[in-house]
Structure formats: structure tokens, C-alpha cells
């Protein structure tokens, strides 16, 4: 079966430091990944995505992400963390099948930047 | 541009009601989607629609109907509400031109059934 998977339900850091929040993917093929943001009360927010070329795409907000074909992996990071940053992050992947707009979405990491 | 909107922001509902939440968008998205949100579970898509007049099943599709009779709306109606339908509730759209996928969502809402 298809599924992402966030491994960490929740990424303590300080702020200043370096994030990362992982992201792996179980989707045959090539599928199309995306980071999305949620603040409290709020929707969702996109972030960046990954649908070929260069495989570390830069988003909003200062994050980027690397994509890794071979670990099927699509950690986002961040070199200098926010306390603003605070929030629920979401993996998200669209597998590659002609017709297919199921988006297939990770449980979410929280990200709790401490001052 | 509105974006996504959703109404309401909030509902309470007794078992065996039924309620329509609305979804509108104004970006001539082709691809409109119905999301739940559980603790601990992540989104999960509900019905999705790729156009007006095509509608199709997600993975939790159980209890909910949908329409696409125009390319701005998507209502998601609950037919006999019961409380395992208690959740936050997202709609979303994008586009499903190559390159153009990612997803803009409502502001949700929150519903519980007692």
C-alpha cells in the first residue's frame, strides 16, 4: 500500500539551530512531494514541492527540502530555526499514476522551537 | 482573491442529523478535494472531484455525499451524522496542470456530534 510516513510526532530546537523534519514515502514510481504548514485554528499552508529537476527545492519562509530517490525520502530543513516557526508540519505525496489525484498525506510533526 | 472558503466555522450536530458544509473557491481550480482531520491521523481524504460533474471516493468515503455542479463549489453533505464523525473538516483545491499541484485549503470546520 502507498503511505508517507513522519516518523517523529514531535522536533524540539532551539532557536538559532539547524531544523530538520523527516519524511519518507512508500509510492512506486516518481510521485510529486509537498511540505505543507498549519497553524493553530488554521488550514493548511503550502510550503514547497518536489516534481522534478533539482533535487533540494527551496519554499516559503526560508525552508528547504532535499529529495532522495534512493532512501525515498523528502526531509524538510531549515538552517536557523524561528520561534515563529512553532508549528504541526504535513508530508504530503501525489503518486505519479495517470489520473490520480489522491494526495496522500503523513500524520504530521509538531515543531516546538524553544526561545 | 477569497481563496478557499468554508462555512460554517463551527457546527454541533445530534446524532442522526443531517448538515451540508459548504466550499467555494475562486481560483477556477479544476481539482477540489474534502479532508478529514483526526488527531493522531493526519488528513485523510473523504471525496474528491477533478472537475465539474466528476466526483469520486477518497478513503474515508463512509457517511458523506458530494456534488460538483459548478467549478467554484464542492459541498460535502453528512447524511445521518454520528459521533465518529466528530472532526475538523478541510476543503481544498489546485489546479492539475503539470507542475501546478499543490493544494490551497479552506480555514476548516470544526465539528462535533453528540
Known amino acids: 500500500a502507498q503511505s508517507v510516513a513522519q516518523p517523529e510526532d514531535q522536533v524540539n530546537v532551539a532557536e538559532g539551530n539547524p531544523l530538520t523534519v523527516k519524511c519518507t514515502y512508500s509510492?512506486?514510481?516518481?510521485?510529486?512531494l509537498f511540505w505543507y504548514v498549519q497553524y493553530p485554528n488554521r488550514g493548511l499552508q503550502f510550503l514547497l514541492k518536489?516534481?522534478?529537476?533539482?533535487?533540494l527545492v527551496k519554499g516559503s519562509y526560508g525552508f528547504e527540502a532535499e529529495f532522495n530517490k534512493s532512501q525515498t525520502s523528502f526531509h524538510l530543513k531549515k538552517p536557523s530555526a524561528l520561534v515563529s516557526d512553532s508549528a504541526l508540519y504535513f508530508c504530503?505525496?501525489?503518486?505519479?499514476?495517470?489520473?490520480?489525484?489522491?494526495?496522500?498525506f503523513g500524520t504530521g510533526t509538531r515543531l516546538k522551537v524553544l526561545a | 482573491n477569497a481563496g478557499v472558503t468554508q462555512t460554517p466555522k463551527f457546527q454541533v450536530l445530534k446524532t442522526g442529523q443531517s448538515m451540508t458544509l459548504q466550499c467555494a473557491q475562486d481560483m477556477n481550480h479544476e481539482y477540489m478535494s474534502w479532508y478529514r482531520q483526526d488527531p493522531g491521523m493526519g488528513l485523510r481524504l473523504i471525496h474528491y472531484?477533478?472537475?465539474?460533474?466528476?466526483?469520486d471516493q477518497g478513503e474515508v468515503p463512509n457517511g458523506y455525499n458530494v456534488s460538483r455542479s459548478t467549478t467554484e463549489d464542492f459541498p460535502l453533505r453528512l447524511l445521518s451524522a454520528a459521533p465518529s464523525q466528530t472532526s475538523v473538516y478541510f476543503c481544498?483545491?489546485?489546479?492539475?496542470?503539470?507542475?501546478?499541484?499543490?493544494?490551497?485549503f479552506g480555514p476548516g470546520t470544526r465539528l462535533t456530534v453528540t
Open positions: 509510492v512506486s514510481g516518481n510521485p510529486y
Open positions: 504530503a505525496v501525489r503518486p505519479p499514476a495517470s489520473g490520480t489525484y489522491k494526495y496522500i
Open positions: 518536489y516534481i522534478t529537476g533539482d533535487n
Open positions: 472531484s477533478v472537475g465539474a460533474g466528476i466526483t
Open positions: 481544498a483545491s489546485s489546479y492539475s496542470f503539470r507542475g501546478l499541484y499543490e493544494q490551497y
